[in-house]
């Protein structure tokens, strides 16, 4: 499952430190490194109590057959909150992260009430859905699950496989299902919605960032954004010759392009001037097939979009022909090139254009 809407309900609310205890030992050090992840990227502290009951409020780790959170949001009658995992996911801190965020009450990405922009349900096509409809109902009442200053994002962590819409459905239909990042809105929600209160100072995040609770003059930064305000890019691995320019504005008239190959990444800008967009496309990827195409290494991401915070389109596999255009939102393109191996290729071409609607 992924992430939307967090619960907002008055009677039902954690108190921190959350109280946990694992008795899945063989998952211990997964478990501990998923609970520091989310105690770094937000304000929500935990603490190990091995003396915690199940009728008090907490969070339990349990092995299971299956591997899901029995509540999103604590329970009324707080009891613990009991999250199974199962054997072939004990080594998975990221999905062990995506486990508690539900406990946290976080709800299904495919629930947001804006969730007809960007995908199709088929009730007919969901197993058991009267059993499930939880993850598949949309979420109309804003107040109970507010989404706060979040997008709709494909790469959720966990997300159930459905059918995206829109111009570049084809792609984003690849990446859902991807087990190996949380993604960046899956913390935002839970900050906005428990660490409005963290910092006594404001502080403006380029990017889309948001504030770090823990330390309040730094921003936490969507992937690949980084300083103290956002406004800053990685940079490249070390060694990596044959990147391109960092920022280079698109032409008017000229198409321009380059190719990047081999073990390494690359972080760039591609701007176009004001009033127009930049129209991106790749014209040839060679890199390794993934069952579910991701951010990580053997991988391309373009941001295209206005909002920098969600995951951008991911490419991976052998792409021999040029794929459609991709035309910015707001002018700025970001590419992400992770190469794996000595045979990984990729080659786009850019050039400004006017501005073109494309979903």
């Known amino acids: 499952m992924c992430y939307g809407g967090i619960l907002n309900d008055t009677n039902r609310q954690w108190r921190f430190p959350i109280n946990y205890k694992i ?46 959170s029995d509540r999103i949001g604590t329970k009324e009658n707080n009891n613990s909150n009991i999250i199974y995992i199962s054997h072939k996911d004990k080594y998975n801190y990221i999905v062990i992260q995506g486990l508690i965020l539900n406990a946290l009450g976080v709800f299904p990405e495919q629930t947001r009430n804006d969730r007809d922009n960007y995908v199709n349900i088929e009730q007919k096509n969901v197993k058991d859905y009267n059993k499930n409809k939880i993850y598949f109902e949309k979420n109309t009442n804003l107040t109970y699950t507010p989404i706060y200053d979040t997008q709709y994002d494909y790469g959720s962590v966990i997300k159930k496989t459905i059918t995206a819409k829109g111009y570049y459905g084809d792609q984003y239909q690849k990446m859902m299902g991807q087990k190996k990042v949380v993604t960046f809105n899956d913390y935002k929600i839970v900050n906005r919605h428990f660490c409005k209160q963290k910092c006594n100072n404001t502080l403006y995040c380029h990017k889309n960032g948001y504030q770090n609770p823990n330390k309040c003059n730094q921003c936490i930064c969507p992937f690949p954004f980084t300083n103290n305000d956002c406004n800053g890019l990685l940079p490249n691995s070390l060694g990596s010759t044959g990147c391109p320019g960092r920022h280079v504005e698109a032409d008017r008239y000229q198409t321009y392009g380059y190719t990047i190959s081999g073990k390494k990444s690359c972080y760039g800008y591609i701007s176009a001037p004001q009033d127009r967009q930049v129209r991106f496309t790749l014209v040839f990827l060679n890199m390794a097939k993934h069952s579910v195409c991701t951010r990580g290494t053997g991988s391309v991401e373009i941001k295209y979009k206005s909002r920098k915070d969600v995951m951008g389109l991911c490419f991976c596999g052998h792409i021999p022909n040029p794929y459609k255009n991709i035309y910015t939102e707001d002018g700025l393109i970001v590419f992400i090139y992770n190469g794996a191996s000595s045979s990984d290729r990729f080659k786009y071409e850019y050039i400004s254009a006017i501005v073109v609607n494309k979903t």
Not at 37 to 64: D, M, R
């Open 23 to 68: 008795e899945y030992k063989e998952s211990y050090d997964y478990i501990d490194s998923a609970i520091s992840f989310i105690a770094y990227f937000t304000c929500v502290t935990f603490k190990e109590n091995k003396s915690l009951e199940y009728n008090q409020q907490g969070i339990i780790f349990k092995s299971g057959d299956y591997t899901y």
